[in-house]
């Protein structure tokens, strides 16, 4: 009886040895640059991320209706200042893309701006009313002068996020 015993702890000894060292393996294995961002939203990794310039040239071969499924990086240029509900991207000096955040899940801090980011999501052209122009400028912190200059509605390259990370 006593062998029997002893085998028996033997064995979940051994058990729970290897159980231990699996997880100890799969803690190790996670990547370490990962620790040099903060993540929002759904879970994504830095790799295989197009650079905004390169992200530009797939927004200019969209037309207004297509969508593209993309990961892509740059650095916050601004950030909605109530919420922090979107942000804005530059692609290059002069063009940026409206960032908005998947069934509006997760915001970013705001005082994100100039941060540097990773974007994985939708990328769609559409055409932004001026009550919405007036909206965002209105987040934005704009002036009441600068809000009523907005009289026409824009061709807008957005972006729909499923998550991102926020270099720290």
């Known amino acids: 009886m006593r062998l029997i015993v002893k085998t028996i702890l033997v064995a979940l000894l051994v058990f729970t040895a290897c159980k231990n060292e699996r997880s100890e393996k799969k803690a190790t294995e996670t990547p370490e640059t990962t620790a040099s961002f903060d993540s929002f939203g759904a879970v ?11 992200m530009l040239s797939k927004f200019n071969s969209l037309q207004v209706g297509d969508t593209l499924n993309v990961k892509f990086a740059s650095s916050i240029k601004e950030v909605c200042s109530k919420k922090g509900c979107w942000m804005k991207l530059p692609l290059n000096l002069e063009t940026e893309t409206m960032v908005r955040f998947k069934d509006y899940g997760f915001f970013m801090p705001l005082d994100s701006k100039d941060r540097e980011v990773i974007v994985e999501g939708k990328a769609y052209v559409t055409e932004v009313s001026v009550d919405d122009l007036k909206h965002y400028a209105e987040d934005a912190g704009k002036s009441a002068e600068e809000i009523a200059k907005i009289t026409t509605p824009k061709k807008e390259f957005a972006f729909e996020a499923n998550g991102v990370l926020m270099k720290k």
Do not use: Q, V, W, Y
Not at 44 to 54: M, Q
């Open 44 to 54: 994504i990794s830095e790799n295989d991320a197009l650079s905004s310039a390169e």
